[in-house]
T-cell receptor, first 112, second 115 residues
Framework: SQQGEEDPQALSIQEGENATMNCSYK?????LQWYRQNSGRGLVHLIL?????REKHSGRLRVTLDTSKKSSSLLITASRAADTASYFC????????????FGSGTRLLVRP | GAGVSQSPSNKVTEKGKDVELRCDPI?????LYWYRQSLGQGLEFLIY????????KSGLPSDRFSAERTGGSVSTLTIQRTQQEDSAVYLC?????????????FGSGTQLSVL
């Protein structure tokens, strides 16, 4: 199993701006998932990108994956105050695909 | 139920007491996970169930922590002789089955405070 490391730790932007969060990991993966957490409670799955995919879209979310650099990014376009949350990436390692290990996350604040 | 249900949502206990935290996964989900999150921190993996068996208990912090799952459904996480450092949000998640490409569905957690 492995843990993704999110960067930056905290991000503050104005409503309407785009937010970009990055995730780095260490070993080969099957896929990488992004989750959102509001108010320190349950996480909500946002998007899953497989190791053979380079980019994926879901509404205002765009995720990229660069396996050569072992990194992923999550872009939220036209941010809203409701996007304020913590965002976590979870890479799924090839050797223990059942277990998701989460890092410390990026805390996003969208100012109205 | 429609989602993962955890109870209680909040638990305040005194140091040294035992506590039981309950998780009802989504019906039909065979995989179940427990995580712990301390204030402002990431999630710490505790244990994973496939059906009623726990192939991976590697994250349980000490022998004061135990978990079981019965009927392939409800799971209980028990903390004996609680300590102040056990204070955290305990999150349960389930997924349809074991394996890669499975997304987790989380409950809202139990906030445990040990005084």
């Amino acid at each position: 199993s492995q843990q993704g490391e999110e960067d930056p730790q905290a991000l503050s932007i104005q409503e309407g701006e785009n937010a970009t969060m990055n995730c780095s990991y260490k070993t080969s993966i099957n896929n990488l998932q992004w989750y959102r957490q509001n108010s320190g409670r349950g996480l909500v799955h946002l998007i899953l990108i497989r190791s053979n995919e380079r980019e994926k879209h879901s509404g205002r979310l765009r995720v990229t994956l660069d396996t050569s650099k072992k990194s992923s990014s999550l872009l939220i376009t036209a941010s809203r105050a409701a996007d304020t949350a913590s965002y976590f990436c979870a890479p799924t390692a090839m050797d223990s695909s059942y277990k998701l290990i989460f890092g410390s996350g990026t805390r996003l604040l969208v100012r109205p | 139920g429609a989602g993962v249900s955890q109870s209680p949502s909040n638990k305040v206990t005194e140091k040294g007491k035992d506590v039981e935290l309950r998780c009802d996964p989504i019906s039909g989900h065979t995989a179940l996970y427990w995580y712990r999150q301390s204030l402002g921190q990431g999630l710490e993996f505790l244990i994973y169930f496939q059906g009623n068996s726990a192939p991976d208990k590697s994250g349980l912090p000490s022998d004061r922590f135990s978990a079981e799952r019965t009927g392939g459904s409800v799971s209980t996480l028990t903390i004996q002789r609680t300590q102040q450092e056990d204070s955290a949000v305990y999150l349960c998640a389930s997924s349809l089955q074991w394996g890669t490409n499975e997304k987790l569905f989380f409950g809202s957690g139990t906030q445990l405070s040990v005084l």
